[in-house]
């Protein structure tokens, strides 16, 4: 190692490494919401993820043959479907159902409750939160009561379900793979994940009627691209990398950058409309995941 890479650890207290895959879930992520409701103006949700997911899993499973990395057992390919189903079936797949309704800066603004969804779940695990966390809790839940009263997702009740069936099984699937059923090591993993959620998807898209429209529009299959190539094979593996090697605190900390940055985009970019009531419940929502964050470094065994 460098000695300027050992001086960013140092300084840090994390390797080059997941800082960068910090830095890929914070930026990258943030601006993936957008993307999604620009897809979706040609291709419909679940279609749009499960082929997003399938593509970017055959490219990452097939790098990992070509250098030689054995393909996932049995056992392991049915945690990835379990994982998968959770993550990007009910996770991914909500998530695009919910902005056919409601804007992507509101969408995200609630997903910023999944880090104390994960503290909740861990309880099942004897991991009681601290006072400092449970602050953070009570503000998370308070910020999420108030966004739901707006007048984004009192609009849209599909929309608000949709969302939260996709941070409850964003954030089980979040859980289960560190504590349960882990995937295989490395990248393979994660494509087989994506192999996995992606028939999900598919799965899902055909249950529900959809099918490719006969003309699709420049923007959505730019933007298709994206969310595969950033999306998916960038910041979804940092995603999963810094679950495997770093604490869920930490993994799920692009919770309170994504929003901000989704928000910004949505607002400038789409033209969405954001209520001053909606600014404000989702910034106490960033509070909430900020004090649990906070709580959490100060607690030396995690």
Do not use: D
Not at 21 to 32: F, K, M, P, R, Y
Not at 67 to 93: D, E, F, K, T
Not at 281 to 293: P, R
């Amino acid at each position: 190692m460098t000695s300027s890479a050992l001086t960013l650890k140092t300084a840090s207290g994390l390797s080059p490494k997941l800082m960068l895959c910090l830095a890929a879930t914070w930026l990258v992520w943030g601006s993936t919401y957008l993307a999604i409701k620009l897809a979706l103006t040609s291709l419909p949700p679940f279609l749009q993820m499960g082929s997003r997911f399938l593509v970017a899993g055959v490219l990452l499973a097939g790098w990992m043959r070509w250098r030689g990395v054995p393909w996932p057992s049995r056992r392991q390919w049915l945690h990835a479907l379990v994982i998968g189903g959770l993550m990007l079936g009910g996770g991914m797949g909500g998530t695009a159902a919910a902005e056919q309704t409601v804007g992507s800066g509101l969408v995200v603004a609630f997903i910023a409750v999944m880090p104390l969804m994960i503290a909740g779940l861990n309880l099942l695990w004897g991991e009681k939160p601290g006072r400092l966390e449970s602050l953070g809790i009570a503000f998370g839940l308070v910020g999420v009561l108030l966004l739901t009263q707006g007048q984004g997702f009192g609009a849209s009740p599909l929309g608000l379900v949709a969302i939260s069936v996709a941070c409850a099984s964003w954030a089980v699937g979040s859980v289960l793979s560190q504590r349960v059923w882990p995937l295989a090591p490395g990248p393979m993993g994660f494509a087989s994940e994506m192999l996995a959620g992606g028939a999900v998807l598919m799965g899902l898209s055909l249950a529900n009627g959809e099918a490719l429209p006969a003309h699709v529009e420049p923007q959505a299959l730019w933007a298709w691209a994206y969310l595969v190539v950033f999306g998916s094979l960038v910041a979804f593996n940092a995603y999963m990398v810094l679950l495997a090697e770093a604490s869920a605190g930490l993994a799920s900390s692009y919770s309170f950058v994504n929003p901000v940055i989704a928000m910004l985009l949505g607002v400038t970019l789409a033209g969405e409309q954001i209520s001053g009531h909606e600014w404000l419940a989702a910034g106490i929502v960033l509070v909430g995941v900020v004090l649990l964050l906070l709580g959490r470094a100060r607690t030396p065994s995690r």
